[in-house]
């Protein structure tokens, strides 16, 4: 009888662990059937196409249209690289490609240079800002985008390639042979001074060399001035690798201060802290965003932020608080996938959009929902879209200004002045006539009926309205001559001249 009942309890305890174990692992054993039964109707599917279709059909295009199709459903940043074609791969990496050292995008459709670095292959070879790239070896390209271009520009260090130039002002095209090499992209674009005490660095991205640069041009502001406090332009930074924001960061805390940790799916999360000794802890700090500042330069003002290290100024940050891993994938492929979430030493994730399972997004806007989370000074500061100023500052948009930069008046009147000018002087000012040789370039540019300027102003605009309503009344003529008048003075916009003068020049 006692071995009856020893047996029927150790049954009913063998089956209860059974049962427990069964439970814990039955998610994980569904999801794996979810996975297997997936791969197989894919594969079903991929092989039935190739092999029955009316055309035949190209196995790898299929297979690449299949991923492109997988990852358009997931947020924008989860990409496939090709890590021997793709320049994005090689600057995400190590911020550097192989290449001709330029800058190039469609002005009036044609693919326009507008950089040519200093101490690169193009430079070296004579190609020009405003250059217009017709042909690369047999390939004719001036109607290419960018990324189109970019299969032509690439290449092997070493390699050459030549490379037909349309220049403004010379007939016939230019002939260049141009060596690529390996580009190095700095991620300081000026250092100095704003004065005898307060120094300034403006850092474009984050690389795997970002640090140094960094440290490098603090070193220097430190060495050769009194420096008595240090401003991070960190406007229109799109942010880049982790690391490099995390060393910044380090430079100014203490060590084994928490400056920022992730949480993904797969993992329990991991904290970056700083590991070594501070450069200073005292100097007072002030970093700029606005808008277009994105992900590591977040990271680098809201740690600073929480950590009541620096004081932020300017505009609400983009809100990129997703975390990129790339994996290597076969056949030299790799995978740039979001795999966690940033959360920055308050608690705060900066993310702004959320994306759902399905691929739609939400954007979170209103500012009930937002949790309130605390510096480490105590002061109350809130999760919401991207990093929130301490001092909020509006950049100034001059309308006028930005009508001249976007249509490329300004671009297309240097180009051509440069064309025909026999010696620059970049130290000048410009000259009052040549001044009026721009002025006389914009009305010419403005009256051309194949370009596409919309260089009026809200005055301008308002007048045209009103003379618009106004030509459905009685009024006499007269009046509409007036209204006329006035449109076409402004037109001539010789009061924005007067007032942006300085700033155009």
């Given amino acids: 009888m006692k071995k009856t009942k020893l047996l029927n309890i150790f049954l009913l305890v063998f089956a209860f662990n059974c049962f427990t174990a069964f439970g814990a692992n039955s998610t994980i054993d569904s999801s794996l059937y979810k996975i297997d039964k997936s791969f197989n109707l894919y594969g079903a599917v991929f092989k039935t196409l190739v092999n029955n279709y009316v ?20 947020d924008p940043y989860t990409t496939l690289y090709d890590n021997n074609e793709d320049q994005d791969y090689e600057i995400l990496v190590d911020g ?10 469609p002005i009036d459709s044609l693919m326009t240079i507008s950089e ?13 800002i405003g250059d217009i790239i017709y042909k690369i070896d047999s390939t004719v390209v001036i109607n290419l985008s960018s990324a189109e271009l970019r299969k032509y520009t690439n290449g092997k260090p070493g390699s050459k390639s030549n490379v037909y130039i349309i220049r403004s002002g010379i007939l016939d095209t230019l002939k260049y042979e141009i060596l690529r090499e390996d580009i190095k992209l700095s991620s300081v674009s000026y250092s100095g001074m704003f004065n005898d005490s307060i120094g300034i660095i403006k850092f474009e991205s984050f690389s ?23 401003v991070i332009d960190l406007r229109n930074n799109p942010g880049g690798y982790l690391e490099s924001a995390v060393k910044i960061c380090e430079m100014f805390v203490p060590k084994n201060t928490l400056i920022v940790s992730t949480k993904g799916q797969n993992s329990q999360g991991y904290e970056y802290r700083s590991m070594n000794e501070p450069v200073d802890l005292n100097l007072p700090l002030a970093i700029l965003i606005n808008s277009s500042s994105a992900s590591a330069s977040e990271i680098v003002s809201g740690a600073m932020q929480d950590l009541d290290r620096a ?15 790339i994996i290597d994938l076969p056949y030299s492929k790799s995978l740039k996938i979001t795999s966690a979430k940033y959360y920055i030493p308050s608690g705060r994730c900066i993310q702004r959009i959320n994306y759902d399972i399905d691929g739609r997004s939400k954007i979170i ?13 105590k002061r109350e500061v809130k999760e919401q879209n991207g990093i929130k100023p301490d001092i909020e500052i509006q950049e100034r948009e001059n309308e006028f200004l930005i009508n001249l930069l976007v249509n490329n008046v300004i671009f297309g009147f240097v180009n051509k002045y440069t064309a025909t000018a ?6 000048d000012e410009l000259s009052d006539s040549t001044f009026q040789q721009f002025v006389d370039f914009y009305r010419k540019e ?3 009926p194949k370009k596409n300027y919309l260089m009026k102003n809200n005055i301008q605009n308002s007048l045209i309205s009103l003379n618009k309503l106004l030509a459905d009344t009685s009024i006499s003529q007269k009046t509409k001559r007036e209204i006329t008048e006035t449109r076409n003075s402004l037109i001539d916009e010789e009061l924005n001249f007067t007032i942006n003068k300085k700033d155009i020049i």
């Avoid at 550097?96 to 995008?105: K, P």
Wanted: hydrophobic letters at 35%; proline letters at 3%; charged letters at 25%.
């Fill in 311 to 325: 004081v932020i100024l300017g505009e609400r940050s983009f809100g990129k608080g997703l975390v990129q891993t």
């Fill in 55 to 74: 055309i035949g059909l190209d196995p790898e295009f299929i297979m690449r249209e299949g991923i492109k199709g997988i990852l358009s459903s997931l």
């Fill in 96 to 105: 550097s490609y192989v290449g001709f050292g330029i800058s190039v995008g």
């Fill in 365 to 377: 806007n209103s500012p009930n929902i937002d949790s309130v989370f605390y510096t480490s000074n």
């Fill in 116 to 128: 040519v670095m200093e101490g690169f292959p193009a430079k070296k070879a004579g190609l020009k």
């Fill in 208 to 230: 795997v060399t970002s640090y140094e640069e960094f440290k490098n041009a603090y070193s220097e502001l430190k060495k050769k001035n009194k420096l008595k406090g240090l």
């Fill in 422 to 427: 026999r010696s620059i002087n970049f130290t």
């Fill in 446 to 448: 403005l009256r051309n």
